[in-house]
């Protein structure tokens, strides 16, 4: 079947629409949990909380979050703290609700900008291994949820589920549209691409952070470009070795 191919100058999609946000794509099923925020001061206190919970969160697991640490922590009484959450189960999903909306600010929306295809596809890996390398010494809540909770159901897990979920939904349909745009062949295996671009970054982390091993990032990098190297068009590759700064 012939393909059209289709430049890197394709337009971007605009900013707006159902899929503008990882929050927007994790429709109704997380939208009918999110707590209605408070106006003004109140919601500031609140944002406040969420960043001293996420610190904490990084460093001494969600399990370790609890209402009378956090307010503690920010010295407030528990009651203010309470107020804001209600219980520890609600801080918990809360905080993941929040990084999440911090990864889709800093990784998927500045990706969103570019055109579909592999620039869209390479910033978001991009962006998502930079996020990844940050947080070293902070922990990912993706990841470190994943280990305290993979095998506790419950709506916490639920909660860091669909979150996952929905990023790798947005990665793999970045895949799919660099086949639809000529950039990969049309016989690339979608699922088998997320899967070894999820596997990179999860290595990293592991050797940064348990092993305390260097240079992580620039070997994902590399495996990075031989993995969707194996799969593009000649065009593809032309602006795939553009893409990473490879002109040979």
Same mark, same amino acid.
Request: net charge positive; aromatic share 6%; hydrophobic share 45%.
């Given at each position: 079947?012939?393909?059209?191919?289709?430049?890197?100058?394709?337009?971007?999609?605009?900013?707006?629409?159902?899929?503008?946000?990882?929050?927007?794509?994790?429709?109704?099923?997380?939208?009918?949990?999110?707590?209605?925020?408070?106006?003004?001061?109140?919601?500031?206190?609140?944002?406040?909380?969420?960043?001293?919970?996420?610190?904490?969160?990084?460093?001494?697991?969600?399990?370790?979050?609890?209402?009378?640490?956090?307010?503690?922590?920010?010295?407030?009484?528990?009651?203010?703290?309470?107020?804001?959450?209600?219980?520890?189960?609600?801080?918990?999903?809360?905080?993941?609700?929040?990084?999440?909306?911090?990864?889709?600010?800093?990784?998927?929306?500045?990706? %969103? &900008? #570019? *055109?579909? =295809?592999?620039?869209?596809?390479?910033?978001?890996?991009? $962006?998502? /291994?930079?996020?990844?390398?940050?947080?070293?010494?902070?922990?990912?809540?993706?990841?470190?949820?994943?280990?305290?909770?993979?095998?506790?159901?419950?709506?916490?897990?639920?909660?860091?589920?669909?979150?996952?979920?929905?990023?790798?939904?947005?990665?793999?349909?970045?895949?799919?549209?660099?086949?639809?745009?000529?950039?990969?062949?049309?016989?690339?295996?979608?699922?088998?691409?997320?899967?070894?671009?999820?596997?990179?970054?999860?290595?990293?982390?592991?050797?940064?952070?348990? %092993? &305390? #091993? *260097?240079? =992580?990032?620039?070997?994902?990098?590399?495996?990075?470009? $031989?993995? /969707?190297?194996?799969?593009?068009?000649?065009?593809?590759?032309?602006?795939?070795?553009?893409?990473?700064?490879?002109?040979?």
């Amino acid at each position: 079947m012939n393909r059209k191919i289709r430049s890197a100058q394709s337009p971007a999609e605009p900013a707006s629409g159902p899929a503008s946000s990882l929050l927007a794509a994790a429709g109704p099923a997380w939208g009918a949990e999110a707590p209605v925020e408070a106006p003004g001061k109140g919601r500031q206190t609140r944002l406040a909380i969420l960043d001293c919970a996420l610190q904490m969160a990084g460093r001494i697991g969600l399990e370790g979050l609890s209402i009378g640490v956090l307010a503690d922590r920010m010295h407030m009484s528990k009651s203010g703290v309470f107020a804001h959450f209600g219980s520890r189960e609600e801080l918990q999903i809360s905080v993941i609700r929040h990084y999440h909306q911090l990864f889709d600010a800093e990784v998927f929306q500045p990706a %969103l &900008r #570019l *055109p579909r =295809g592999l620039p869209r596809l390479h910033a978001m890996f991009d $962006r998502w /291994l930079q996020q990844v390398s940050r947080e070293v010494e902070t922990g990912c809540i993706y990841i470190s949820g994943a280990v305290e909770f993979d095998d506790r159901p419950g709506a916490v897990r639920d909660a860091l589920v669909l979150m996952v979920q929905t990023w790798r939904d947005a990665l793999q349909r970045a895949i799919e549209q660099a086949v639809e745009q000529g950039h990969l062949r049309p016989d690339t295996p979608p699922a088998q691409l997320l899967f070894e671009l999820h596997g990179l970054v999860l290595a990293v982390h592991h050797d940064a952070r348990l %092993l &305390r #091993l *260097p240079g =992580g990032v620039a070997m994902a990098r590399r495996a990075y470009g $031989r993995a /969707l190297g194996a799969w593009t068009t000649d065009a593809g590759a032309a602006l795939l070795r553009k893409l990473c700064g490879r002109d040979d």
